[in-house]
């Protein structure tokens, strides 16, 4: 346990005292004092209602559990009357629009991708602020999105017949989205800026324009030789970039030597499931690449091959209007952070009995503060020009939750000097009574709302912990199908729309968590948008520039107004419990369905307690590099209990499983030397122990949460290293 000092009502790590003191509290017009006093004052009387709220989450599932034993065959109705009975179903409110105000274009009307990071990684976040620009070039040479067939294969030099597929690709986009008037991009020989109009000569000597002049909006260089032609389709800019002396450009007929997409529109610096931070150590470390990135100085170095690489954040791109006036686009993409939900506590911070604070709390205070800092321009750059603090907000059960978030964000405005709503908030739909009553959920923060997020990760292991009594549950590949989700996804639209968010919000849809698998997600994230979301999250710089293409493709103001226009309430397939109806799979079904989800158990968990990494990409037992992050983890080990308690295996099974599969991870983390392995000595190894917990005490995790027994274990992981280190 690190050193507390005692201030105010609080004891406060004596890192993280130090970190806010010396490198928060200057400058942000708020005091040491008045800090502390109104974060102790805010635990005394925020902290029991928080706890309150806990006990209610676990009241309900415990009736939820109750209910589901004693009655198996149910009419669909005494279920719903039983849910509105125990306060689980909730009683609407009256039709409301939401009344934001100052939100950013990035949020209100640009419709594009968002991009999710874990935040204590530098390296990883300034990437991910700079990833507002991607180069096409790069996303699809790098990607399955070019098939390595007919001699198009990515070796160690530059392959020209792959380079020439991703130049007929990325043509074909420039047809689709700024058609000429004539001919195609592909004969372009020489793009000019005639007349305040972009002017494009063909092979055949003829001069065109394109198809509609309002979408050429700047360039760079002089019009008769111009290096840069931004254009703008659907509210998103996109640069071609010419350049005789380039590699690519010298050989290509128009000297284009690249696409410059605007990609990641907004990005989530991640305090919650993509991080593993247990104690002040790590959340200090969260908290000063917040501040890094709010006061734009954040920088890191790193080699790659045989270089050493500073990254830092980019500045705004300039460029000059068809008239020749000077603007500026911005460098790096607008950044909103999630905090953690209101679960956990933390070691940080004790009130004056000793007790840990929530984490949500903590995270509230002190990364609103951080914020403060760019409304005040402190730093090198505005996150928020129009002077917003943006903080997502997770796992969050039902209306009074929400409304308690509501509560806790006054409170923080009002002990930072920060005028009412200037902390927005982003809310997840992830959790079972929230989707449930989501338009009472957006009403209680109708105010200063800037997002509702179908985080179908959280969401699907929410549903199966909360049914866990009604049955074994259906295969994890088949929940995409089910009545369930697809109800659950449309329904957030409709809400969201119905009380509208269109125009003032985002309606965010989940995270691609297939990384390596561009060409599908090409084919299929595209869907997200026709069925009325304006982001949806991606897990990479590469896939938000690829992503970004289908908001080229699917105007979604259009289809959100189509959308709207029919409304449907979608609560009774929400309400569909995903059980198997017959389970009768064969053995080796059940084989590769407990196996998978060892295997992702394991293969996070390991990196998560030894390593401290919090967002991992893993290979399925069909060796596809699957994003992992608490929430698939979730997923996973609810389903083991899920199938265990249902005797669709038994613990002496699981057990032999877990171990095979330790080995299987081991030995694909063989190459690491920082690796700790779980196999032979199962017994002493943490991990391997922690894997175990989160799957024989599924079930009684408290909504089938990970964090607790990853916090615990990762916390013996750190102290058992110490001692070894001493
Ligand atoms: C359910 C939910 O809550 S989802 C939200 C939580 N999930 C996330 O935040 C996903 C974040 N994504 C990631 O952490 C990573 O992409 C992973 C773990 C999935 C894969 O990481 P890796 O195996 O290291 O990826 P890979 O080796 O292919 O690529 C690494 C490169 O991509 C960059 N990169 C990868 N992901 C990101 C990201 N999210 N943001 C910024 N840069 C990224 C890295 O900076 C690195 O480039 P560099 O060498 O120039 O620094
Ligand atoms: O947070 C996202 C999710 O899917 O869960
Ligand atoms: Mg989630």
């Avoid at 793009?191 to 001069?207: P, R």
Wanted: with cysteine; aromatic share 8%.
């Amino acid at each position: 346990m690190p050193n507390h000092v005692k201030i105010k009502k609080l004891q406060v790590a004596e890192e993280l005292y130090d970190f806010i003191n010396s490198k928060v509290i200057p400058d942000s017009q708020v005091t040491s004092e008045e800090f502390w006093e109104g974060f102790g004052s805010l635990v005394t009387d925020l902290a029991p209602k928080n706890k309150a709220l806990l006990n209610k989450r676990e009241e309900i599932q415990t009736k939820i559990h109750t209910w589901n034993k004693e009655n198996h065959d149910y009419s669909f109705d005494a279920y719903k009357e039983f849910l509105t009975d125990i306060g689980y179903l909730e009683t609407e409110v009256s039709d409301f629009e939401i009344t934001t105000e100052n939100v950013d274009d990035e949020v209100a009307i640009q419709a594009g991708p968002q991009l999710v990071v874990p935040v204590n990684n530098g390296r990883y976040a300034i990437n991910a602020a700079n990833a507002r620009w991607g180069s096409l070039y790069d996303a699809l040479y790098g990607t399955d999105v070019i098939s390595e067939e007919n001699g198009a294969k990515k070796i160690n030099a530059y392959n020209p017949i792959r380079g020439e597929k991703v130049i007929e690709y990325a043509k074909s986009f420039l047809d689709d989205t700024v058609p000429l008037k004539v001919g195609s991009h592909k004969d372009a020989v020489n793009y000019t800026i005639i007349n305040e109009e972009l002017s494009v000569e063909l092979s055949n000597g003829k001069t065109t324009r394109i198809l509609d002049a309002t979408k050429f909006v700047g360039y760079k260089g002089t019009a008769g030789e111009p290096t840069a032609l931004l254009l703008k389709n659907h509210d998103l800019h996109f640069e071609i970039q010419i350049d005789s002396t380039h590699p690519i450009g010298k050989s290509d007929s128009a000297h284009v030597k690249d696409i410059l997409v605007e990609s990641a529109i907004t990005t989530i610096m991640d305090c919650e499931d993509s991080v593993a931070a247990v104690d002040a150590e790590d959340k200090v470390l969260v908290y000063s690449n917040w501040l890094g990135l709010m006061k734009g100085d954040l920088s890191t170095s790193f080699k790659k091959g045989n270089k050493t690489i500073t990254r830092t954040l980019n500045p705004d791109r300039e460029y000059k209007s068809p008239g020749d006036k000077a603007f500026t686009l911005s460098g790096r993409s607008l950044m909103f952070v999630r905090n953690v939900g209101h679960l956990m506590t933390s070691n940080a911070v004790l009130d004056e009995n000793g007790n840990e604070v929530p984490e949500g709390f903590l995270d509230c205070m002190i990364t609103s503060l951080i914020g403060k800092h760019t409304l005040l321009r402190n730093g090198t750059y505005q996150n928020s020009s129009k002077g917003s603090i943006y903080i997502v907000k997770p796992k969050m059960h039902g209306s009074e939750e929400v409304d308690f978030a509501n509560e806790l964000f006054d409170r923080v405005e009002d002990i930072l000097g920060l005028e009412r709503n200037t902390v927005k908030i982003g809310v997840m739909d992830e959790e079972r009574r929230t989707s449930l009553n989501l338009k009472n959920c957006i009403h209680a923060v109708k105010e200063r709302i800037v997002f509702i997020n179908t985080g179908f990760l959280d969401r699907t292991g929410d549903e199966m912990h909360t049914s866990m009594e009604s049955g074994p549950m259906i295969r994890k590949k088949d929940m995409k199908s089910s009545t369930w989700l697809n109800g659950y996804e449309k329904s957030n639209v409709m809400v969201g729309l119905s009380v509208g968010l269109r125009g003032k919000a985002q309606i965010g849809k989940g995270m691609w968590a297939m990384p390596e698998l561009m060409a599908d997600m090409i084919q299929q994230k595209g869907s997200q948008l026709h069925a009325g979301a304006n982001t949806a999250w991606v897990p990479s710089p590469t896939a938000a520039t690829l992503h970004a293409l289908h908001y080229h493709q699917i105007h979604v103001k259009n289809v959100q107004q189509e959308i709207a226009s029919n409304k449907v309430d979608f609560k009774d397939d929400i309400l569909q419990v995903p059980v198997a109806e017959n389970p009768n799979w064969s053995v080796e079904e059940i084989q590769a369905e407990l196996d998978n989800n060892a295997q992702g158990i394991l293969g996070y968990v390991v990196r998560w307690i030894e390593l401290g990494i919090g967002c991992s990409k893993v290979p399925d037992i069909n060796n596809v590099g699957l994003m992992e992050d608490r929430a698939t983890l979730r997923i996973s080990s609810q389903h083991m209990a899920n199938w265990l308690h249902h005797d669709i295996c038994t613990e002496e099974q699981l057990m032999e499983i877990l171990k095979r599969m330790a080995k299987v991870v081991d030995e694909q983390n063989a190459g690491d030397p920082e690796y700790v392995p779980m196999a032979p000595d199962y017994d002493n190894s943490i991990s391997f122990q922690a894997a175990c917990d989160l799957v024989f005490q599924g079930y009684d995790q408290p909504s089938g949460y990970t964090e607790p027994i990853l916090h615990r274990r990762r916390i013996e992981a750190k102290a058992k290293s110490k001692i070894k280190q001493s």
